[in-house]
């Protein structure tokens, strides 16, 4: 016989595995150009060594036409070997208010892909989920509050969309990084302006405004000034027999030879990179007041800039310039941190990751 019961009997729920609750949940938004591309592949390695979890990535014009974002993804996870269990999602197709006109030859060609004449048929866009990529972000939020980590590798228009649907959306991430805008208005599509933010400057605006945690933010100097990896080393890096390197060799071979910079340029790399390291240094969450400026040597950050930023939205020059308030003139709690320097070493361990190389 049982004996009697000496009061309520108390149910004390199984703890979720440590693994489940250690690993940060990351989605990726992305308008899937050149430099995207070795991101993702920087992630997906991540994830699939159990650093990270990538939940979804959603696409947004910038680069390319969605459409062919949406295509340049789907050939991403292909070689990945993750086609099937990682989710796409269509996001938009055009800026907030004014549209995008690229007033030059694309950089990563008309197709975001540099043009290149792949043989293999892309994947299917069935693959694609039905719903839109802001409700997505939102929900995802809602779903791992606190855990899920933010990569805007494009323009904002899905994350500013997200914020009017859900003002509340960016105070539930976990981590929010880019890479966009620039600290002296050296510009790279107009004489001010850093292509992400000037292709959606009125986006930018409400992002900035709206975020309450703030933006770990790669601006355009550090990618061109702080990385000096030559094009011999880019090659190198590439002579792997591994899928990632395969496609990024293909689609890279113009600007590969092209060589309109001195060097290889990274951009949406150094911003996972970030966002990959933070990871592995159990920095996630991150809160932009919490943050120092000067962070321990084994990270991949070595100097940074905290500050307020807005954007230009009218000048007939300057629109899509990044404005930082240095001095704290306008009295306003900052919402960036912004890296200016990093280890180098450390960072092309982390492109040879992408790659499938050796970390």
């Known amino acids: 016989m049982l004996p009697r019961s000496q009061g309520p009997r108390v149910i004390v729920p199984a703890p979720k595995p440590a693994s489940t609750m250690a690993i940060p949940k990351v989605v990726i938004d992305t308008d899937a150009g050149?430099?995207?591309?070795?991101?993702?592949?920087?992630?997906?390695?991540?994830?699939?060594?159990?650093?990270l979890e990538v939940v979804a990535i959603t696409t947004v014009h910038g680069n390319t036409k969605v459409d062919n974002v949406c295509v340049n993804v789907l050939r991403i996870l292909r070689a990945a070997d993750l086609l099937e269990e990682i989710p796409v999602f269509v996001g938009a197709g055009q800026s907030?208010?004014?549209?995008?006109?690229?007033?030059?030859?694309?950089f990563h060609g008309s197709d975001g892909f540099g043009d290149a004449k792949l043989a293999d048929p892309p994947p299917p866009t069935s693959l694609l989920k039905p719903q839109h990529s802001v409700w997505e972000l939102v929900e995802l939020s809602k779903k791992y509050e606190n855990e899920l980590v933010l990569v805007s590798l494009g323009p904002l228009t899905n994350v500013a969309l997200a914020l009017r649907l859900d003002p509340k959306f960016t105070s539930r991430l976990a981590g929010f990084y880019a890479m966009g805008g620039n600290t002296t208005a050296l510009g790279n599509i107009t004489v001010c302006g850093e292509f992400n933010f000037t292709c959606d400057p009125e986006a930018v605006r409400v992002v900035l405004e709206g975020t309450e945690q703030g933006i770990c933010l790669v601006p355009w100097?550090?990618?061109?000034?702080d990385i000096d990896i030559t094009y011999h080393e880019r090659r190198?890096?590439?002579?792997?027999s591994r899928p990632a390197a395969q496609l990024m060799n293909q689609i890279e071979h113009r600007i590969l030879n092209k060589k309109e910079f001195d060097h290889w340029i990274t951009c949406d790399q150094l911003a996972m990179a970030w966002m990959i390291d933070d990871v592995r240094n159990k920095k996630v969450p991150i809160r932009i007041e919490k943050e120092p400026t000067g962070v321990g040597a084994s990270s991949l950050l070595t100097a940074s800039k905290k500050c307020f930023a807005t954007i230009e939205l009218n000048g007939s020059h300057t629109r899509g310039q990044l404005v930082l308030d240095h001095d704290n003139r306008l009295k306003r709690?900052?919402?960036?941190?912004i890296m200016t320097a990093v280890d180098k070493e450390l960072y092309r361990?982390?492109?040879?990751m992408a790659f499938?190389?050796?970390?």
């Open 96 to 106: 907030l208010i004014h549209p995008w006109v690229d007033p030059g030859e694309p």
């Open 356 to 359: 499938g190389g050796e970390f």
């Open 34 to 51: 050149l430099d995207d591309a070795l991101a993702i592949f920087m992630a997906l390695e991540s994830h699939k060594r159990g650093d």
């Open 349 to 352: 361990r982390y492109l040879r």
């Open 221 to 225: 100097e550090t990618c061109l000034y």
């Open 236 to 240: 190198q890096m590439g002579a792997v």
């Open 333 to 337: 709690k900052n919402n960036v941190i």
